[in-house]
């Protein structure tokens, strides 16, 4: 394919980003440079042939081909400000240069923090223009950042606590004040009494934070109130860093946050509730990101916790990461099989919707960080030489390094139980549940099944259960939430 010519620059409020069949000036409003402010993060290109007038350009998970995306780093846009950057701006699915004529959409977006590849979309402060529409090939296009996306302040119910810890253990790490973030549902009639309540801590899915779960928690007080909940302590943690999501493991990258998390911040919320402060009342579970969490939270803390409900967690058998098995030597290839056949990433409906490779290319014109596989990375690699982490794979060709595969085996679940079972095994009776759905969007069920087997062959109790068509986003149809809960309930408080 040939090349697209992208030079970019920016005078006075302005950046332009040149391709060879259209160019854009990216301009800041003056409203929003007032006092010499000045705006830095990632630019981003959006672009759609969509016939129908958006109001704002979202991208496409289920199509990599429905939105074209551009970007590069901008620092300091504002009054008088002058900045250059490389000529090739990353883009998804191929440099803009390669769009035919046509209509389109267009808008540019200034994520100012850079985790538009965690959020897979603007968040709380990111500038944004209005969508424009264009004709391909034109000259020059020009946008003005106008609007401001805003922080959204989520109204919590009266019962609901949003907990900042800083951990000593973390601030050490980096070598800066690092807060544990928690937002905590108290059941109805925790007012009414002293008695201590089983604890349930809950970890979201990629691209979520601690707050997400508060517009759920009216449904859950109301369910608690019925009496089709039991009443426990909801703890809803947060895995969002700047590197993505941390997973509660303690790694090279991000830190030890599984061990602040244990020995620092559950204490802490202990004393502020009345959580019950034994493994019997201690709960975990997570959806996705969050399923592999608490799996491993469970595993690397057995005697710490009373059980864990895992749904649809990433890949805990390494024999299956999304397709690739990442345990042979010499590695495989991270986009094909040995036959050149693309591993699919994402199916929905019965349809092959994205492989690994157009998911990778989409995920670095986002950022170069933040975004999944480059979250992976920061839980699983070890530290390279320039203080990142180090990739596991070469994002043009998708060959693996094998240094870096050898460094993921000791985040590998299925391995891990493996390997310890002798000390695990006894500390883990009763613990396990994991749920997936038999036709998961991302294959995650093939890792399960993977798992499964080890766990048989180990003589463990582990509970899997596979829900016959779901995928995963409509496992938790048919109250699954709640009849989760009520088997928490039935181990902290059998004798009720």
């Not at 209005?130 to 106008?146: A, G, H, R, W, Y």
């Not at 759920?216 to 703890?235: A, C, D």
């Amino acid at each position: 394919m040939k090349k697209a010519l992208v030079f970019v620059f920016i005078l006075l409020q302005t950046v332009i980003i040149f391709s060879e069949n259209v160019s854009f000036q990216v301009g800041v409003d003056s409203s929003l440079t007032k006092e010499n402010q000045t705006y830095s993060g990632k630019l981003l290109i959006l672009i759609t042939n969509s016939s129908r007038r958006l109001q704002i350009i979202h991208p496409n998970f289920m199509n990599p081909k429905a939105v074209y995306v551009a970007s590069t780093d901008a620092n300091h846009l504002g009054q008088e400000r002058t900045f250059d950057f490389h000529s090739n701006a990353t883009a998804s699915p191929e440099k803009i240069s390669a769009l035919p004529a046509g209509k389109y959409q267009v808008m540019a977006v200034l994520d100012r923090d850079w985790d538009f590849g965690y959020h897979f979309d603007m968040d709380g402060g990111d500038l944004y223009s209005d969508v424009v529409p264009i004709e391909i090939p034109t000259q020059k296009i020009s946008l003005t950042l106008s609007k401001v996306v805003p922080k959204k302040k989520p109204s919590l119910p009266e019962n609901v606590h949003v907990v900042e810890f800083e951990s000593s253990k973390l601030s050490n790490f980096w070598g800066r004040s690092i807060k544990m973030q928690a937002s905590v549902l108290l059941p109805p009639n925790y007012k009414k009494g002293d008695k201590s309540y089983p604890t349930v801590y809950d970890v979201h899915g990629f691209g979520g934070s601690h707050t997400h779960a508060i517009r759920h928690m009216h449904t859950l007080n109301s369910e608690m109130r019925q009496g089709t909940r039991p009443e426990m302590i909801y703890v809803y943690l947060n895995g969002n860093c700047s590197l993505g999501h941390h997973v509660f493991a303690d790694s090279a990258n991000n830190g030890p946050w599984g061990t602040a998390l244990v020995k620092e911040f559950i204490p802490h919320l202990e004393q502020k509730f009345r959580m019950d402060t034994k493994p019997k009342g201690r709960f975990l579970t997570g959806h996705s990101s969050g399923g592999w969490s608490t799996l491993w939270i469970m595993i690397t803390h057995p005697e710490f916790f009373g059980g864990v409900w895992s749904t649809a967690p990433d890949p805990v058998d390494f024999r299956h990461f999304t397709g690739p098995n990442l345990t042979l030597y010499p590695p495989q290839n991270m986009y094909a099989n040995d036959k050149g056949e693309p591993y699919t990433l994402v199916r929905f409906q019965g349809r092959e919707v994205m492989s690994i490779e157009q998911f990778v290319v989409q995920e670095r014109a986002f950022g170069s960080f933040g975004g999944q596989f480059a979250s992976f990375e920061a839980v699983f690699s070890p530290k390279g030489r320039d203080g990142q982490p180090m990739p596991i794979f070469c994002r043009e060709t998708g060959i693996i390094d094998p240094v870096v595969q050898k460094a993921w085996e000791k985040y590998d679940i299925a391995r891990t139980l493996q390997n310890n079972w002798q000390e695990l095994g006894p500390k883990l009776q009763g613990k396990i549940r994991i749920i997936v759905g038999t036709k998961d969007t991302f294959y995650l069920n093939e890792a399960v099944l993977l798992l499964e087997k080890v766990l048989k062959e180990l003589k463990s109790d582990a509970v899997i259960e596979y829900i016959e068509g779901g995928d995963h986003f409509n496992i938790y149809e048919n109250d699954l939430s709640k009849r989760i809960a009520r088997e928490m309930y039935k181990v902290a408080r059998p004798e009720e």
